[in-house]
Antibody, heavy 121, light 107 residues
Framework: QVQLQESGPGLVKPSETLSLTCTVSGGSITNYYWSWIRQSPGKGLEWIGYIYYSGSTNYNPSLKSRVTISVDTSKNQFSLKLSSVTAADTAVYSC???????????????WGQGTLVTVSS | DIQMTQSPSSLSASVGDRVTITCRASQSISFYLNWYQQTAGKAPKLLIYAASSLQSGVPSRFSGSGSGTDFTLTISSLQPEDFATYYCHQSYSTPYTFGQGTKLEIK
């Protein structure tokens, strides 16, 4: 059974960089798309971006200037960096797997439990 | 961006009821529509993908239909564990977007 687990600081100061890592267990990181998604009361579910295991990325234009997603296939991990954060970036951040191939169309079939990141001084 | 609009935003129903939730896309998304169930404090769980395909392990009382811009999620006979929030999601084009959610409550 594939499992995803987010890790990283739960509190980040304004103007600093939010950094999170998602560790994938029970399956390989190869041949899938890996996304970061956040959820806040004010904005609902917001897709941040994805990385393919090969390293190609696609970011939400609303966050593109501040987002970097990277992958480490040797560790079965991928990571999120969001720079210049403000209180508006306070949310539960989740990682998720995008299914592809054999009649699958990029739906998120496995999710991490999510981690609350609060932006505050 | 493709806007996803769900209706209703909330719904009260009883165990055994048949309920339908709708999702409308601001432009055609073919069949690239997925449905998730989220209970308090947990990650969303995939129920339906590609508009009408049932995810493995999901009870058959859940079904999805539609194509183009209009989609529905139907629960044929509500069970106590089905009271949750439901989201639609388009994976037709990036940025991927979600509906605002439908909260299903016990009447």
């Amino acid at each position: 059974q594939v499992q995803l687990q987010e890790s990283g600081p739960g509190l980040v100061k304004p103007s600093e960089t939010l950094s999170l890592t998602c560790t994938v267990s029970g399956g390989s990181i190869t041949n899938y798309y890996w996304s970061w998604i956040r959820q806040s009361p004010g904005k609902g579910l917001e897709w941040i971006g994805y990385i393919y295991y090969s390293g190609s990325t696609n970011y939400n234009p609303s966050l593109k200037s501040r987002v970097t997603i990277s992958v480490d296939t040797s560790k079965n991990q991928f990571s999120l960096k969001l720079s210049s954060v403000t209180a508006a970036d306070t949310a539960v951040y989740s990682c998720a797997r995008g299914a592809v191939g054999s009649g699958r169309y990029y739906e998120f079939d496995y999710w991490g439990q999510g981690t609350l990141v609060t932006v505050s001084s | 961006d493709i806007q996803m609009t769900q209706s209703p935003s909330s719904l009260s129903a009883s165990v055994g009821d048949r309920v339908t939730i709708t999702c409308r896309a601001s432009q055609s998304i073919s069949f690239y529509l997925n449905w998730y169930q989220q209970t308090a404090g947990k990650a969303p769980k995939l129920l339906i993908y590609a508009a009408s395909s049932l995810q493995s392990g999901v009870p058959s009382r859940f079904s999805g239909s539609g194509s183009g811009t209009d989609f529905t999620l139907t629960i044929s006979s509500l069970q106590p564990e089905d009271f949750a929030t439901y989201y639609c999601h388009q994976s037709y084009s990036t940025p991927y977007t979600f509906g605002q959610g439908t909260k299903l409550e016990i009447k």
